[in-house]
């Protein structure tokens, strides 16, 4: 008996210093990869003592909003953004507790996340018409901004779009398997974060390259990160009764689903999800990309690349739509359009 107790201390003890050694290692590795990865973009006070990451480049109409996955941050967009900031302004940003972003000092459901971008692009002075494209749950605060502001937002591009509890086509026992997930993840990533052991399970970095690689796997490993990602699987309850209540699409919309793995069953009712919230959509589409993961979208070269294709097609189209009408003709003469008054400079004032 006294041998066993002997060995119960003994392992005990190994573990506590493991997991002191642990904790030590991951405090000290996590500031270390603040100091070597600044915020690419500027922090933007959004109010209530909260400053979101926005990085925005290029220049024109429309802006571009992208918006990242659940279990992600604004670098995964390191292939996507510079292929459109070429075209037009692009802006990519990371939600509360996400990225180079404020921890949120209250919960933060979808509802909250669109209120919370809505206000950042007003306070950063990024104007509209926005194209919106929402990756996972990026995809959700799409629709809900959409849909509360449907006159600034000139179309949608949803990659592969989260899946919402309780949805008409997920079969009983899935529903109830993607809800068990969500909670383990909440109940054991965080404690697990704070002694280093979720930089075991590392964020695949795709194709990106350094330092953008280093600094997207960096937000990622951080105990705030794994905090973060806990508190939005705690709000999918809540989240998901706000997607299921949403009418369709009232602006342009593109879905894009992953078609990987195959033969997978979860993966074909996802599908079907996605291409529900188009159905029957008259400015609507959905398609498969067969050889695509669900973060290839942002983090495959080549995925990304279509990715890409498709934003600058939405530009495009954007553009076409608002150009001014073509001059009338008026007995084989052309009639000029009429034009805005110029209200960049003074009117001229007659002297006294």
Known sequence: MRRLLRAIVVVLAIVILLAAAGAVYQAIVTSSEARAHPAPGRLVDVGGGLALHLDCTGTGAPTVILDHAGGSNSGQW????????????????????????????EPVDVGRAAEQLAQLLESAGEG??????????GAFVARIFADRDPSSVAAMLLLD??????HRLTPAD??????????????????????????????SIGDLS?????????MNQTGRFWDSVAA???????????????????????VLSAGLPENDE???????LNADIVAGVQDGRHEVIADAEHMDFALDRETAGITIATILDMVQATR?????????????????????PDISAPASVPPP
């Open 210 to 218: 350094s330092p953008e690689a280093e600094a997207y796997a960096a």
């Open 174 to 203: 899935l529903d109830s398997r993607w809800r068990d997930e969500d909670a383990m993840l909440f109940a054991m990533a965080p404690i697990a974060s704070r002694f280093g052991l979720m930089r075991l399970v590392a964020p």
């Open 232 to 254: 939005v699987a705690k709000a999918m309850p809540a989240t998901s009764t706000a997607i299921l209540a949403l009418p369709p699409p009232a602006v342009p919309t593109v």
């Open 128 to 137: 509209g018409p926005y194209i919106l494209v929402g990756h996972s749950y």
């Open 78 to 105: 390191a292939l996507v953004q510079p292929g459109i900031a070429e075209v037009t302004r692009v802006c990519s940003y990371d939600r509360a507790g996400f990225g180079w972003s404020d921890t949120s000092p």
């Open 320 to 340: 076409s739509a608002t150009a001014p009408a073509a001059a009338p003709v008026v007995d084989g003469a052309v009639t000029p359009a009429p034009t805005e």
């Open 266 to 272: 979860p993966r074909r009712v996802w599908t079907l």
């Open 161 to 166: 779009p989260g899946r919402p509890f309780g």
